[in-house]
């Protein structure tokens, strides 16, 4: 009971931050989830809290989506997730552990170097982006940090940014979940474990949603990185731990 209690506190906050910034609720909250239910079954719990999580930011911005770069990013992006459940599923649990750990460490300097190029994308590139970061949010479930400046690349910033990454990646999630149910990897006791903490996360959407208007751009930019750390060292740190038992 304990520990679904501080996963539920970390959800309420993770769900508060991702309605503010558009991602890092599986950043902060993965590594938790690894810790109360070991790698294998944390991904798919987050991939159900996942989709309950994006349809609160679809709720609460609908008016603002971007159509045809949602179409665009998730025609290519919905495959390409299927493909990395499945690639996920056969990996090693020691494996999944140390790429969660470098994948969100090597997301800082990826991120700051292409803040700094100000890349600006057009719809046939912001399709491709789909399909590779589909195929990364297939295996290492999130992906924010890159959906992030390809939405924001493409011209969306607030209300059009967040609604039209949350529906995209809602659009990812739901692929993943239907791949893991397909191979018996999401049980009725995983699903319910990823409701729970999938209405911590909503809970904390709409809470956050006032506060989106008032954060700086210098504000998101160090919450990330600070998430992104935090989770890369927790996770190498879980690989660690595991290996020497």
Known sequence: MGGYLFVLLVGLVAGAISGVIGTGSSIMLLPVLVLTFGPKQAVPIMAVAAVMANISRVIAWWREINWKAFVAYSITGVPAAALGARTLLILPVHMVDIG???FFLAMIPLRHWLDAKKIHIRLWQLSVAGGLIGYLTGIVLSTGPLSVP??????????????????????????KVVTFQ????????????????????????????????????????????????????????????????
Do not use: H, N
Not at 157 to 163: E, H
Not at 201 to 226: C, E, H, N, P, W
């Open 100 to 102: 969660l750990g470098i």
């Open 150 to 175: 390809a939405f924001s690349s493409y011209g969306l910033i607030k209300g059009a940014f967040l609604s039209t990454e949350a529906i995209s990646s809602l659009a990812l999630y739901i692929s």
């Open 182 to 245: 397909e191979l018996g990897a999401l049980p009725r006791e995983v699903i319910l474990q990823g409701v729970i903490v999938g209405l911590s996360l909503m809970l904390g959407t709409f809470v956050a949603k006032r506060v989106v208007q008032r954060m700086s751009i210098a504000s998101f930019r160090y919450v990330l990185d600070v998430l992104l750390l935090c989770s890369g060292l927790s996770m190498l740190w879980t690989a660690f731990v595991s290996s020497s038992r």
